[in-house]
RNA sequence: GCCGGGAUGGCGGAACGGUAGACGCAGCGGUCUUAAACACCGCGGCUCGAAAGAGCGUGCGGGUUCGAGCCCCGCUCCCGGCACCA
């Protein structure tokens, strides 16, 4: 871009942005008063991690949108407070130190200084004042609290178990943080599992909860969607087998509707009675067979062929029913951590179980009879119960399931039960870079708490903090830090060494924003009744299943515990879309990654956030184009332009009414973040100004000033004050449009025939149907194409339409 | 495999069941300029036609309707998420 000469000079964004972010910043524009609000508006967005990339165009998009919601908002009268922070712990900080050799506490600190920066150029109205960082120890001392919190309601518990384990990070991570081919989301290397002392999160206890709130949110639907399925409740039943001799097996099932058609019974190879079942005779192969199943369970290798694997055990359990002797087998495809690790297995009517008797040989019995022929492939759909005693002419799965299981229950076989897939949340990490976790371990208490008065057990400062890979964090060859006394005896103790997850830190965050300035507390009561919960959320639909769950858990479990008085942190979500460039996903090794610096130099802020919410809708995201941005920033000139025309000349009706057309078109957009569309109205509105021969009126351009604040708060600040207008453009009261204006003269009303478009009528609006059904008719080109024929109906729709009907069509 | 979302000009995208392609990018022709940039004017779905005009057009195949990009049924492909969860 040349650099403009003489009076175009001051048209330069770069200067006038640069200039008026000083001012707003020097007069505390956007810092909100929090105590003193009456109509709280609490407009949050996902805080960014630091990296060292810095800023990426994704993070720019979201918080783009999200800030012109948030000025909105303020230009509509609420007190908007919309506060930023840095996620800055975890696993992707301290491997990109590792990495360059650094140590993450240094490096965090140069981040955090280079994406403040890259935030402030923004032009948003972040409120710096309570920015949280959440490696400070002033923040993590109360992710320590709570914890802390936690587990004195019996909400974080230790257990040894099996966890996924990146043998590439060397540490622990959260099911949620394992993609779906088995890798780690982090780093990309196949996931292994591996025994470990762990604490964990009795997230589960709120699974009903977690699943009934979701009825109630104002949230994306696929947000919605996602948690649900994370969730995964199912209702069934329990089931007993009877085994001669022995106990009886107890089964899950979800089809117990089905229960005739059970030919054979699977055990998970971890199944804790697998060998008590398995015949002396069997054993051998039995043994080899749960050990070759560890194996592959360990390195993470289980879904490629399919339920075919798998080994009988020689014993039987008994039909409850039908007495018959149904086979026990073990097999990998019956997970040990889901329903009791144990299934009946009907092959007629399930994929999984048909895939395995095919595969050994076992009988298929129908008895929900459909369309499909069992023996090709299970039925897994709708039918009539078929050989099933006197539950034969049922409708499966519904009525017959609940009929099956109350004759069961009767007999006290059965027992309804609810099963949900969310697991509890393993929060320990093997890592040096994240809060530790405040327990001490006591050879005659056990795990004791650090007490709360000694918060934060802080982080030391080690050179040493790769992970051992020993299974145990680097903190652990740190004797200062391990060696300590228990906080109940007295006697000497080990400090807990694992690290929280990093999820923890921002399970919490919004509740601190408005406390950010107490050091007394986590969250202050009165700051909390004002300003939470969040009246709208925006940000990445990745975190649906993670962040987004962790955060209500935390806060359901908070308000349990008496510290909020609501359940659900957020009221409103909205997921944005995501950007791709020339069709392509932006990736480092594909080089296509957009760098937001270079386009803010080149053609500023304004032009930069325009650009981005003009490519489509915010919550489909958009493709960026390098030369698209053009419209955007010759606009923004444009509108600067016709500054220089304005004279005090009264306003013109047809400037009145575009201005009052653009006025709801961007009211009513702005809100539903339908910002594309809204753009575009702005857009078509200065072109109105700019046709418009001679002078134009100042209220053309303190309006267009007013709407384009949110949009373009720098360069609409710029045009506010050349117009003469009172600072700030973002302190007016937005402008109201008013609808009687809007109502059109005249109408273009189509002619078609047989729905073809074959004229068009100019007619005054409000043109009786009668009357356009006679206009229609002597339009010359409807006679020629008439050719003599009557219409046979006239469909009229009023200032729009007249089709005419022939015979026949 | 299951669950979402989507498919519209060269490109990004607009369209209460009622003029498909708003707005913008890129392109072409022109005006201004010594020249360029900027700005401004004009053109632009496809086919046939000199034109007037006609026919065809929103992934594919059916349907509902006076009228379908939009609603219904059946597919194809793309994107995202989940996945031996009984």
New binding site residues.
């Given amino acids: 871009m040349?650099i403009p000469m003489g009076e175009e000079r001051d048209d330069d964004p770069r200067t006038y942005e640069a200039r008026w972010r000083a001012r707003w910043q020097a007069d505390g524009l956007d810092r909100t008063d929090l105590d003193g609000a009456t109509r709280p508006y609490y407009n949050l967005m996902m805080f960014p991690y630091p990296s060292a990339e810095g800023l990426h165009v994704g993070n720019t998009y979201a918080y783009t949108g999200a800030d012109i919601h948030g000025r909105f908002q303020r230009l509509q009268g609420r007190d908007v407070f919309e506060p930023i922070g840095f996620d800055a712990f975890g696993i992707h900080s301290e491997n990109y130190a590792i990495q360059v050799g650094r140590h993450p506490m240094e490096l965090v600190r140069q981040n955090v200084a280079r994406f403040r920066s890259q935030l402030e150029r923004l032009g948003a109205q972040f409120d710096w004042s309570r920015a949280v960082d959440t490696t400070d120890p002033g923040y993590y001392r109360w992710t320590q609290w709570l914890f802390l919190q936690l587990w004195k309601g019996d909400l974080a518990y230790r257990a040894t178990r099996a966890v996924k384990w990146c043998p590439k990070d060397l540490t622990v991570l959260a099911d949620e943080q394992v993609?779906?081919d088995g890798t780690c989301e982090r780093c990309g290397t196949v996931v292994l599992e591996r025994e470990l002392e762990q604490w964990f999160l009795r997230i589960t206890r709120y699974a009903e909860r977690l699943l009934k709130g979701l009825d109630h949110l104002d949230w994306s639907?696929?947000t919605v969607?996602?948690q649900r399925?994370?969730i995964?409740r199912?209702e069934?039943a329990y089931l007993d087998f009877p085994v001669d001799g022995e106990a009886p097996l107890q089964v899950?099932?979800?089809?117990p509707d089905t229960i005739f058609g059970a030919t054979f019974m699977v055990l998970?190879p971890d199944h804790p009675r697998t060998l008590e079942l398995t015949d002396p005779a069997c054993r051998e192969a039995v043994v080899a067979y749960i050990e070759e199943a560890e194996r592959r369970r360990i390195a993470g290798q289980?879904?490629e062929e399919?339920?075919t694997?798998g080994v009988r055990l020689g014993r039987d359990t008994r039909h409850p029913l039908t007495g018959a002797a149904l086979p026990l087998y073990a097999a990998?495809?019956?997970?040990s951590g889901?329903?009791t690790?144990a299934?009946m297995a009907v092959p007629g009517h399930?994929e999984?179980d048909h895939a395995f008797a095919r595969a050994f040989g076992l009988p298929i019995v129908e008895v929900v009879r459909g369309a499909q022929d069992v023996d090709a492939a299970a039925h897994v759909g709708q039918g009539v119960l078929v050989n099933s005693a006197e539950f034969t002419g049922t409708i499966a799965p519904d009525p017959a399931r609940e009929r099956v299981v109350a004759a069961l229950e009767a007999r006290g076989l059965a027992r309804r039960a609810v099963?949900f897939?969310l697991r509890d949340w393993g929060i320990s990490r093997q890592r040096y870079w994240g809060p530790p976790i405040p327990a001490v371990h006591c050879p005659t208490c056990g795990a004791v708490p650090v007490p709360e008065s000694q918060l934060p057990v802080l982080l030391p400062f080690v050179e040493a903090f790769r992970p051992l890979g020993t299974g145990a964090s680097p903190l652990a060859a740190v004797p200062a830090f391990v060696n300590t006394t228990c906080p109940r005896c007295g006697e000497p103790a080990r400090r807990e060494t694992d690290v929280s997850d990093t999820f923890l830190d921002s399970s919490w965050y919004f509740l601190r924003y408005p406390s950010a300035d107490r050091e007394d507390v986590a969250f202050a009561p009165e700051a909390t009744r004002r300003w939470l919960p969040v009246d709208t959320y925006i940000g990445g639909?990745?975190h649906?299943?993670l962040h987004l769950m962790y955060a209500r858990f935390v806060s359901m479990a908070l308000h349990d515990l008496g510290w909020l008085d609501f359940e659900e942190p957020f009221v409103r979500f909205r997921a944005h879309g995501m950007i791709v460039r020339e069709?392509a996903?932006m990736s480092k090794s594909r080089g296509n990654v957009v760098n937001p610096d270079a386009y803010m130099d080149r053609f500023g802020t304004d032009a930069f956030r325009l650009y981005l919410m003009?490519?489509?809708?915010f919550d489909?995201g958009?493709?960026f184009?390098d030369?698209?941005i053009?419209?955007?920033s010759?606009?923004l000139?444009?509108c600067l332009r016709l500054q220089r025309r304005v004279a005090a000349v009264p306003e013109p009706p047809e400037l009145a009414r575009a201005r009052h057309a653009c006025i709801q078109k961007v009211t009513l957009d702005t809100p539903q973040l339908?910002y594309?569309?809204a753009?575009?109205a702005l857009?078509?509105y200065a072109?109105v100004l700019?046709?418009h021969p001679g002078p134009l009126p100042r209220a053309s351009l303190d309006t267009l000033a007013q709407l384009l604040a949110p949009y373009a708060p720098h360069t609409a600040e710029e045009l506010w004050s050349r117009l003469g207008g009172p600072y700030s453009v973002h302190r007016q009261p937005w402008p109201t449009f008013d609808p009687a204006l809007l109502i059109d003269e005249q109408a273009?009303v189509?002619v078609?025939i047989?729905?073809?478009?074959?004229d068009?009528l100019e007619v005054p609006a409000g043109t009786s149907a009668a009357e356009l059904e006679r206009l229609a008719l002597a339009l010359p080109?409807v006679v020629a194409?008439l050719a003599g024929r009557r219409p046979v109906?006239v469909?009229v729709?009023p200032d729009?339409?007249v089709?005419l009907?022939l015979p026949g069509?």
């Fill in positions: 040349a993609l779906a639907a696929s969607l996602a399925n994370w995964g199912s069934g899950f099932t979800t089809r998970a289980h879904a399919g339920p694997r990998e495809y019956v997970l889901y329903g690790g299934i399930d999984r099963q897939k639909n990745e649906a299943v069709g996903k003009f490519m489509g809708p489909e958009g493709d184009r030369q698209s053009n419209g955007p010759r606009f000139a444009l339908k594309n569309t753009i575009a857009m078509t072109k700019r046709d273009t189509i078609a047989d729905g073809r478009r074959r068009q080109r194409h109906r469909v729709v729009r339409q089709n009907v069509a």
